[in-house]
C-alpha cells in the first residue's frame, strides 16, 4: 500500500473528501517553495501534487508555464526537485507526494535511475501528461513495479470506447480534467463535473479527483460533493506569482482545504 493509498483509505473512514494542491517545484527560487511546500499539510492539504519544471508545457496554462520558467530561471531542475522531496521527507513521512510533468526529463534521466531516484526522495506517484495508455511499458508498468501510483488524467472527450483504456494501469486516483483545454482557462461546474465522475466511477473502484477550474472555496466544496476530492493549481500559484507571502499563500490553501472537506 502506498502513502496515497493509506490516504484515501484514511479519509474514506473518516468520510471526508480529499484536497490535493498543486505547485511548481522551485517556483519563484527553490527555498521559497520548499517553505511552502512545508506548510502545506497543516494547511490541510492531502496529497501534495510538485509540479516538475519544463521547457514545453504543452497542457498547461499561462500561469503554470510562467511558474515552470521561474522555477528554471532560478536554476530548478529534476534533480532539484528530487532533493526538495527528500528535504520535505526529513519532517513529514506520511503525506503523499506525486510528481506532475513531461517525459523529457525523465528520459533524459533515464528510467530505471529516475524511478530509483524518486522512490529514494519518498515520490509515491507520478502523473506525466504526454504517456498515453499506449506507451504503458515506457514508464507506467516499470514505476508500478518499483512501488509507485501511475495516475492518469482522463478528461470530458475520454468517450466510453476509450475509459478503459485510460483506466487500465492507473493507480492511486484517477484525475479527472472537468474542461476541455488548458490548466486555469475555465471554471468547473459541478452539474457537468457530477454525471462525468460517476460515470468513471462505474468503471473502476479507484478514487476520483476532479482539477483545473478550481479557483476558491466554494467550488472546492461543490465539486468534491460530486467526487472523492478535489485539485487546485493555477489558483495557488497565482498567488505565488503576485509575490505574496508565504503565509498568504498557506492561508488562501487553509480557505481551499476547509472547503473541500466541507463537502
Do not use: W
Not at 27 to 42: C, H, N, R, S, V
Not at 61 to 75: F, H, Y
Request: glycine letters at 10%.
Amino acid at each position: 500500500m502506498t502513502r496515497i493509498d493509506a490516504k484515501f483509505a484514511e479519509l474514506q473512514a473518516a468520510g471526508k473528501k480529499a484536497f490535493v494542491s498543486y505547485i511548481m517545484a522551485g517556483d519563484p527560487d527553490y527555498d521559497t517553495a520548499l517553505k511552502i511546500m512545508q506548510g502545506l499539510p497543516e494547511a490541510g492539504v492531502d496529497i501534495i501534487e510538485l509540479g516538475v519544471p519544463f521547457t514545453d508545457p504543452m497542457a498547461d496554462g499561462p500561469t503554470i508555464q510562467l511558474a515552470g520558467q521561474r522555477a528554471l530561471a532560478a536554476g530548478m531542475t529534476l534533480s532539484r526537485t528530487l532533493e526538495m522531496a527528500t528535504e520535505f521527507r526529513k519532517a513529514d513521512d506520511t503525506t503523499p507526494i506525486v510528481l506532475m510533468g513531461y517525459y523529457n526529463p525523465i528520459y533524459n534521466r533515464g528510467v530505471d535511475k529516475f524511478l530509483t531516484d524518486a522512490k529514494a526522495a519518498g515520490i509515491d506517484g507520478l502523473i506525466v501528461v504526454d504517456l498515453p495508455p499506449e506507451e504503458d511499458d515506457e514508464l507506467c508498468i516499470p514505476a508500478q513495479k518499483a512501488g509507485l501510483n501511475f495516475i492518469r488524467l482522463a478528461t470530458p472527450t475520454t468517450d466510453d470506447k476509450r475509459l478503459p483504456k485510460v483506466l487500465t494501469n492507473t493507480s492511486g486516483f484517477v484525475y479527472y480534467v472537468s474542461i476541455t483545454g488548458i490548466t486555469g482557462a475555465a471554471a468547473a461546474e459541478a452539474t457537468d463535473v457530477g454525471p462525468e465522475v460517476a460515470r468513471i466511477k462505474a468503471q473502476t473502484d479507484l478514487p476520483v479527483i476532479v482539477g483545473f477550474g478550481i479557483r476558491t472555496p466554494e467550488t472546492a466544496q461543490t465539486i468534491a460533493s460530486v467526487a472523492d476530492g478535489a485539485v487546485v493549481g493555477s489558483a495557488i500559484v497565482g498567488k505565488i506569482a503576485d509575490g505574496e507571502t508565504v503565509t498568504d499563500v498557506l492561508e488562501f490553501v487553509r480557505g481551499l482545504a476547509a472547503g473541500a472537506h466541507r463537502a
